[in-house]
T-cell receptor
């Protein structure tokens, strides 16, 4: 079974530029999560989708971050404009979505450096 | 105060040692407790999953939850160099949504 795919793996941009990350979840998984992991910290949830609807975006900085999940499969997370403090690894995870406690499977992450 | 506290280490032990990793939490609504392992440049992978208080064993790994003390532990017996990774505790309320609340992770090195 293929895992969660993410691209790009690494991205370096300057502050005030925009950037986008892509995630392809495990086939058949209805729930998709984006987490932000700052160096030395645990992942923090940014947004949760159930199919193509947003379930939880309470910790998403909506003035600069946006995310979408068209057709309930792939998802894109965008930052515009980026700030220095956005430097982090952005992890995508997916789960079956039958229950809130279904196991979340993580992708390898996209490491963003903002200069 | 963060909802989940975890000593970041680093922790360095010889091969074959017993490793003890711990987390404390403040929110009594947490019902589900997990341990994830994260290798360098990789995403977290689920190691152990426990509901409520008690012990759970899986091979060399044992997870313990003490809800009365708001304290969870992961024990690794006969540690191997391949166990070298960052170990993240995570928790879920279970009643609403699927958000995981993570500790900051403990970096473990097992030397031969």
């Amino acid at each position: 079974e293929a895992g969660v795919a993410q691209s790009p793996r690494y991205k370096i941009i300057e502050k005030r530029q925009s950037v986008a990350f892509w995630c392809n979840p495990i086939s058949g998984h209805a729930t998709l999560y984006w987490y932000q992991q700052i160096l030395g910290q645990g992942p923090k949830l940014l947004i949760q989708f159930q199919n193509n609807g947003v379930v939880d975006d309470s910790q998403l900085p909506k003035d600069r971050f946006s995310a979408e999940r068209l057709k309930g499969v792939d998802s894109t997370l965008k930052i515009q404009p980026a700030k220095l403090e956005d430097s982090a690894v952005y992890l995508c995870a997916s789960s079956l979505g039958l229950r809130d406690t279904d196991t979340q499977y993580f992708g390898p992450g996209t490491r963003l450096t903002v200069l | 105060q963060k909802e989940v506290e975890q000593d970041p280490g680093p922790l360095s032990v010889p091969e074959g040692a017993i490793v003890s990793l711990n987390c404390t939490y403040s929110n009594s609504a947490f019902q589900y407790f997990m341990w994830y392992r994260q290798y360098s440049r990789k995403g977290p992978e689920l190691l152990m999953y426990t509901y409520s208080s008690g012990n759970k064993e899986d091979g060399r790994f044992t997870a313990q939850v003490d809800k009365s003390s708001k304290y969870i532990s992961l024990f690794i017996r006969d540690s191997q160099p391949s166990d070298s990774a960052t170990y993240l505790c995570a928790m879920q309320r279970g009643s609403t949504l699927g958000r995981l609340y993570f500790g900051r992770g403990t970096q473990l090195t097992v030397w031969p």
